[in-house]
C-alpha cells in the first residue's frame, strides 16, 4: 500500500467520525485523534466547516420557519369538533396530519435555505466560531469563554440534555472530573447538567453547564496559547470594572443576552457565561473562581 492511499484511508476514517464530532459525541481519546488530523490536513478541516455550516443553516431555518398558523389552527378545530373519542383512529390520523403539515413546512424551509446558501457565488468561509457566536466588540478575549458558550450549551443544545455523574466523569476526563464537585457546592442553587470537554475550531474546552429553571450558566476553562487578560489591552479596559475575589481578578463585558465574567491562572483561562444581570453572574463568578483557581493551580504544578 502506497502512502497516498494510506492518508486517503486515514481521512476516510476521520471523516465518518465528523457528525458526531460537531454534536459533541465522541469519546475523549477520539476528539483527541480527529483534532490532531485537523490540524494537519486541511481538506478534512474544509470538510468539518462545512459540515458545521450546514448544520447551522438547517437549525435557523427550524427556529424561523413554522406550520402556516392559519392551517394549524384549522385542523385543531378540526379535532376539537369530532365526535370521535381521543382512541379513534380518525382522531389518531388527524394529529397525525398537524405533524406532517408542520414537519413539511419545516424540510422546505431547511431545504431552501440550503439552496439559496448554495446557489450563490461561493464566498470565503468564515471560521466555526465566527459563525455561531455574537462577538462582544471591544471585551478581548473574553469572546473565547462566549464562544464556547454559545457553540455548545445553546447552538448544540447541551443546556436541554442531563447526564448521569458517571458520564460527567468520563467525558470530562480524569484529570478534571474533580471540578464537579467543587462547582455543585460552590454554585449554590444551580444542578449541574453537563460537565465534558468540546471544541470550538481547534480549542479544546472544559465545559460545565448548571441550570436553575431558565437561568443557564456556563463555566469554561481552556489553557493559553499565548492569550492573557493582563496583556490584552481590551481586556485592559473592561478591568475598571473588574471586581477582587479572594485575590482573583476578573473581566467582564456584556451581550445584549450573555454576561462573561474572566480570570486567569498561569497556565489558564477561565469563565463564567450565563443569561443572568450582570450582578449575579458577578457574584457567581466570585464564588467559583478561588476555588476553581486552586484546583488548577495543582494541574500547572
Known sequence: MSVLEFEQGYCK????YLDSYVNNELMVETTHEVLRHLDNCKDCAAELEAKTRMKS???KAVVRDGAPSALRERIQR?????????WSPRTHVMQWALAAAAALVLFVGGWSVLHSSSSKRPQPRAPEAALLRPEIPNAGILNIG?????NCAVVHGEQDRRLTPEQMSERIGADY???VEIVKEKAAGFEIVVAHRCHVETREFVHLILRNQ????SLVITKKNGDSFQADDAAAIEQAASVQAASVTTYR????????TGFETRDFLGFVVSNLSASE?????????PAVRDFLAKLEA
Do not use: F, K
Open 253 to 260: 463585558a456584556r451581550t445584549r443576552d450573555y454576561e462573561v
Open 281 to 289: 453572574n458577578r457574584m457567581l463568578a466570585s464564588s467559583l473562581a
Open 214 to 217: 431558565e437561568r443557564v450558566c
Open 177 to 179: 472530573a474533580g471540578l
Open 57 to 59: 443553516l438547517l437549525q
Open 146 to 150: 462566549l464562544a464556547d458558550h454559545i
Open 13 to 16: 476514517r476521520i471523516r465518518a
Open 78 to 86: 378540526d379535532i376539537r369538533t369530532a365526535d370521535d373519542p381521543w
